[in-house]
């Protein structure tokens, strides 16, 4: 219960500041306020965590890159349940064929490694946009879900609440919606969870990478990535920006870990 | 009259790591308008398999129904509906309640919420006329405060209630077959005649057919017109109840009544029958119950057919009409 209870504090605190960045932020996130003086300048009080070597509000950054980096996991994550759990949903309740061909088509993509494909495909663009970060997170994201989902189909559709269902009449899309969905919600709640910090992290190792989000707009691993030249003599850069990502990822593993004892009763 | 169910030659098959299972085999029946079979045998004799079947309800696979065997339902070819009427048919056409009252509700959702979806299933009815059939559904099983029970959960009710209320789901499009497959056997024993006795009379006021599904003898006794006696996935024995009570023809029913203590006659010691149901993958040759049988004879060896033995019954058994020759 305690992992539970941090989790959600962590999550709760990091959804706030993120949505109170305009009010939070001592300065809108792409001012470059003094290019001369203020290049990589230590925490004041002026600007609590320093600047960056673009002479940008750190803090402010880090606000702003807040909202950028839950959105897109956030929306990824949910297309990503969407998607999966369709497709888990088709395979576990159809059987036979229908799920010999997902099943395989799953397998056969979760061989190739999730980050080669998202880097061809990142190609494509030349300005990544959130919207486009959002499908292709959340596009190359639901084969695990979409399996967990199939296996927790499998196993509530043999329940007798749902053979006495079938025996009422009561048409199998409703079956689904009424009688295995609400039952298989917290295996996919607790995946999803440890899926939103994965996702933080896999956005944020493509915006160090340069190929994420691209600046101005904030984003942390593309504040890492500033910072990484001046890391010797002004590390509170790339310290910040980490100990975000870090306290973030941690979060979301805290509060799923938590959810599966509370919602999962086979969990030890 | 034509018969409302006409079962002909079912056979199903399960495949399993020890080969194929013939869990129901050329199985055959009949049940009138109004009629009530009792389905009798052991477990592992096939009864549930048959009552699954007749709704398509079984998963094929792992499930295979072979494909000469023929349910006729009110003149439909139930194994080729389509799968709309398929679904229209399941609680309109035939209703069904199972064994285990507990485990065939879901615990999430609220009794009102079970019969609501059941009747929407076969009406287009509005939230609130729905809601309003339910109720009367609760009040036809005998529930009382049906307006409290429609807003309670599975938990909140004994194991009689929720049989009632299962009951109630089972009857909301008033089915003209209902298959009772064990109603009674999770519950104790006063509830069992309860619901027994209600499962009857509701039978009666309907003008339904139903297809009993037991391993008691008694409960099949108290309701049935007819029984029919299954052993090794295969009818063995059919006959008016009071006949069949009277004076059983196959030797498997004799050695069920046996086993059963008599209140009616003179006290006498019980009899189980020796041996146990071989495994479905590997049935005897000849008759099945050979191995078990007390009165088995070199023509055992040869599987006898279902032979006419008396007014409206059979049995698969070769000393019918000639014990004599057994001796």
Not at chain 1, 206 to 226: C, K, N
Not at chain 1, 238 to 251: D, E, K, N, Y
Not at chain 2, 63 to 77: E, K
Not at chain 2, 294 to 302: I, K, L, M, V
Request: charged share 15%; aromatic share 4%.
């Amino acid at each position: 219960m305690t992992s539970l209870r941090v989790g959600a504090v962590l999550v709760l605190a990091l959804v706030v500041l993120a949505l109170l960045a305009p009010v939070l932020a001592p300065y809108p996130p792409h001012l470059q306020i003094d290019l001369t003086n203020l290049r990589s300048a230590p925490p004041s009080f002026a600007h609590p965590l320093g600047t960056d070597p673009y002479s940008r509000d750190l803090l402010s950054r880090i606000l702003y890159g807040a909202r950028v980096s839950l959105a897109i996991a956030g929306l990824a994550i949910v297309l990503a349940v969407i998607l999966g759990g369709t497709v888990g949903i088709l395979a576990g309740w159809m059987g036979g064929v229908t799920d010999v061909v997902l099943m395989r088509t799953v397998d056969a993509a979760l061989a190739i490694p999730r980050l080669f494909v998202v880097l061809v495909v990142l190609a494509l663009w030349e300005r990544v946009t959130v919207p486009a970060m959002v499908v292709i997170l959340g596009g190359t994201g639901w084969f695990g879900i979409s399996r967990l989902v199939r296996a927790e189909v499998q196993s509530a559709r043999e329940r007798g609440w749902v053979a006495a269902a079938r025996a009422a009449g009561v048409p199998a899309p409703r079956i689904v919606l009424r009688h295995v969905l609400p039952n298989i919600a917290g295996p996919i709640i607790v995946a999803a969870t440890m899926g939103l910090g994965q996702v933080v992290l896999l956005e944020a190792g493509l915006s160090y990478l340069g190929v994420g989000v691209p600046q101005p707009t904030p984003s942390w691993g593309s504040i890492i990535a500033d910072g990484q030249f001046v890391l010797r003599t002004a590390p509170w850069v790339v310290a910040s920006a980490s100990l975000a990502l870090v306290t973030t990822v941690l979060a979301f593993t805290l509060l799923g870990d938590g959810l599966r004892a509370r919602l999962d009763p086979r969990a030890p | 009259m034509t018969a409302l169910l006409d079962v002909r030659g079912l056979t199903v098959t399960f495949a399993t790591r020890d080969g194929t299972a013939r869990a129901v085999d050329d199985v055959s029946f009949t049940i009138a308008a109004g009629e009530t079979l009792a389905l009798v045998g052991e477990s592992g004799c096939g009864k549930t398999v048959t009552a699954l079947s007749l709704l398509r309800l079984l998963p094929e696979p792992p499930a295979t129904v072979d494909p000469a065997s023929r349910i006729l339902f009110a003149g439909d070819d139930v194994r080729a509906l389509p799968a709309e009427r398929l679904r229209a048919l399941r609680g309109g056409g035939i209703g069904m309640v199972f064994q285990e009252p507990a485990a065939n509700l879901n615990p999430v959702l609220s009794i009102g919420a079970h019969l609501t979806e059941t009747v929407q299933a076969h009406a287009a009815a509005s939230r609130a006329a729905a809601r309003a059939r339910a109720r009367d559904l609760l009040v036809m099983v005998g529930l009382p405060d049906p307006d409290r029970l429609l807003r309670q959960y599975p938990h909140e009710l004994s194991g009689g209630m929720q049989q009632r209320a299962l009951l109630a789901m089972a009857l909301a499009a008033e089915p003209r077959l209902l298959i009772a497959d064990e109603p009674t056997t999770a519950l104790d024993v006063t509830t069992q005649a309860e619901i027994l006795e209600l499962l009857d009379t509701l039978r009666r006021q309907l003008g339904m057919a139903m297809l009993l599904i037991t391993h008691n003898l008694g409960i099949a006794a108290a309701v049935a017109d007819r029984v029919a006696v299954m052993y090794g996935g295969r009818i063995v024995e059919t006959a008016p109840c009071d006949a069949l009570f009277a004076a059983p023809a196959h030797p498997y029913t004799e050695g069920l009544l046996r086993a059963a203590p008599r209140l009616d006659g003179p006290p006498r010691p019980t009899a189980a029958i020796p041996g146990s149901v071989p495994p479905a993958t590997a049935w005897p040759a000849g008759c099945r119950f050979r191995p078990r049988c007390a009165r088995a004879f070199e023509r055992c060896g040869d599987e006898p057919p279902l032979l006419p033995a008396g007014a409206d019954r059979a049995s698969r058994c070769w000393l019918v009409g000639g014990p004599a020759e057994a001796s």
